[in-house]
């Protein structure tokens, strides 16, 4: 790999790892278990890895940002993973950060 | 191996990393995870064992899938930002401890006689590397210590309200008074502590070196010399990390003062604090410096005290002074400091 590209793979996953928390809490408005996440970001096109997703599932769900529920009804148990009102308010905090930042990013990158 | 016991395998490998509370749940999921990928990945074909390992390879290596359940598991011994100040310590202690082995060593090989020059040196070389395999190995314990407990040390101030005030120079204290008195603790330490037999060598015609001290009282009261030296050592690591006249710095040059006091005390009230030998050669030409100084204003102190020998009276009452001014020092700086 060469030096640029080695440092934009660095860059990307600096910018990525803030972005994730952000992600998969607002896709935990509906109820989703771990796999059904992965599928779902990636065809959004944010792929993340599952052994990134599972560990963030389990430190927000400690944090009660998230809460969980077993799903033993059919022949596969799943774990699904849903927001909680902790969850929600810093949500909405965390989103409109992110959009005043875009915002401002964008009109530094345009200048 | 077969899937099913490869997947197993690989879940115990991850969750016997976690806390105990964790596992089962950890594990269910994981479970439940490669069972999708897998599910996916065969197309309603027959598993193979190379897809589950293709699966499992995706998902990374246990420890490290482990860990990113927890991440704040420290996976350093010694991070930052006790890992800047632990540099300096070990570079000072390292420095400290061959300078005292070096010079402890060459006076034990003369107080030995050694005779072949290459089983004295070998033996200087030795000593000063054991000597300092063990400082650098106290110095990480202790810092390993320090920063697996999130000890806060003064230099990680991060509140805004609790930085501290830049020092007036009065009450700065200067890195290299701290090294001087460093070096001379552990030349102190090896001299009465590691070689007794040593302690202050005097030449002496015809006889060769002759320590002045009883080393057999040495022995006898090394721990009070070792706990003198372990407040010293103490004082001057809080005098590293402040830099400055603090309060804890006086309380601990108190503290280092009292222990001192009390060991000297004790030494000098030890019949034969003196080595004899020392004591018989002296007496050839001044045989007063031997006998208890009988002076008048010497009659109001205890006993024990006026009818010590002249020597002693004179080194005790040398150090006392200096231990004296030393703390009047501190205190004035320290407190004088904290009003300006």
Known sequence: MSELNEIYANFVVELRRGVTN?????????????????????????????????????????????RSDWDTSTDKPRKYYQITEKGRQLLAQITSYWRDSVKNIETILEA | MESKELIKRYIYAVTKHLPENKRQDVGQELESLIEETLAERSQGRPVSDAD????????????????????????????????????????????????GMAIASLLEGFITFESNVFVFFASVLSNIWQGLLGAFAWVTIIFAILYQKDVKLDYDKDDLEDLPAVPERHQEIKLRDIIASFIFTILFLILFVVVPQVNIPLVWENSGLIPVFNPEVL?????????????????LSIRFLARRHTLPVFFTTLLEAILQV?????????????????VELTNDFAPFMFEPANWAPLQSLPVAISAMPLLLLIILGGVLLGTLIDLITTGVKTFWGQKA
Not at chain 1, 39 to 59: C, F, H, M, Q
Not at chain 2, 219 to 235: E, K, P
Not at chain 2, 262 to 277: Q, S, Y
């Open chain 2, 52 to 99: 589950t390992k293709a699966v499992l390879m995706e998902l990374g290596r246990p420890v490290e899938l482990a860990a990113k359940y927890d991440p704040h598991t420290k996976d350093a011994l010694i991070g930052q930002p006790h890992f800047s100040v632990y540099l300096r310590v070990l570079r000072i202690v390292l420095l400290a401890v061959t300078l």
């Open chain 2, 262 to 278: 009390i060991l000297l005390l004790t030494w000098f009230h030890t019949p034969n604090a003196f080595n004899p030998a020392f």
């Open chain 1, 22 to 66: 952000l992600v998969v809490l607002s896709h935990c408005q509906q109820p989703s278990y771990g796999y059904q996440l992965v599928k779902n970001l990636a065809d959004s096109g944010i792929p993340l890895e599952a052994n990134t997703v599972y560990p963030l599932l389990r430190r927000l769900e400690d944090q009660a940002l998230l």
């Open chain 2, 219 to 235: 022995i006898t009261l090394r721990w009070l010399f070792v706990a003198a030296a372990s407040a010293q050592i103490l004082n």
